[in-house]
């Protein structure tokens, strides 16, 4: 008897530990961002109170992270190496370009959550700038008590996926602040929510943004 093993494909995404001059240079364009005070909250799917638009200023962020990012995620995704499929739509004679269209940062509060949802465009990215808790102190809140460790999602950050026979999968972040400066890089359509943390008076601060093809 002759056996083989087939294990399907899935889409995978990647951390990145962000180096300090980029923290530097986001911290930034935040303190633009809350001076200019551009709502961008009719854009998105939060339960938060503040989302503020950013500016890439010449395009430094796009070009030192995403444009590395893009190609490591190309050269490492087991489903699609190369480029990625260009949309049609009759546009194709016209010069098409993979852009940060869309950048944003997030405050979220004690109770406040980010429902599950995915993005528009190609890819996106999560940063977690301020992580003002730390999952393994939410867990000890009396409301927890008794619920088992691993169904305890209290200021998690949450992939959610299904796997070849439709079950539903799950890749959990339990955030603290040891995490702060780190990204995720995952395509566009993938699902992620983010759960309320509670007690702390202090909001946990994230950078988000998208990367669509844009007909220039």
């Known amino acids: 008897m002759e056996v083989k ?35 961008f909250k009719d854009h998105l799917a939060g339960n938060i109170s503040q ?28 489903l699609k190496k190369g480029t990625d499929p260009v949309p049609l739509n009759g546009v194709t004679k016209r010069k098409i370009e993979l852009l940060l269209n869309q950048f944003w940062v997030n405050y979220q509060y004690k109770t406040e959550f980010n429902p599950l ?14 992580i003002p808790y730390a999952w393994t102190e ?15 999602r209290a200021g ?9 026979l439709g079950n539903v999968l799950r890749n ?3 955030l603290s602040p040891e995490f702060e400066g780190n990204m995720v890089f995952f395509p566009a359509s993938l699902r992620h929510c983010v759960y309320p ?8 601060i ?11």
């Open 5 to 39: 093993v087939i294990s399907p494909k899935v889409s995978n995404f990647l951390q990145v530990s962000l180096d300090k001059n980029i923290i530097d240079y986001l911290w930034k364009i935040i303190t633009i961002a809350k001076n200019q005070n551009k709502s």
């Open 51 to 78: 989302s503020l638009l950013l500016e890439d200023i010449d395009s430094f962020f796009y070009k030192s992270v995403c444009v590395p990012l893009v190609k490591c995620y190309r050269d490492n995704n087991p």
């Open 117 to 130: 949802h995915d993005h528009s465009g190609v890819y996106s990215f999560v940063i977690w700038m301020k």
């Open 138 to 152: 939410q867990i000890k809140l009396p409301q927890f008590k008794d619920i088992k460790e691993n169904e305890i």
């Open 156 to 164: 998690n950050f949450e992939f959610e996926y299904t796997n070849s």
């Open 172 to 174: 959990s972040f339990k």
């Open 197 to 204: 943390f509670y007690e702390i008076e202090e909001p946990r």
């Open 206 to 216: 994230s950078i988000s943004g998208n990367l669509s093809y844009v007909v220039c």
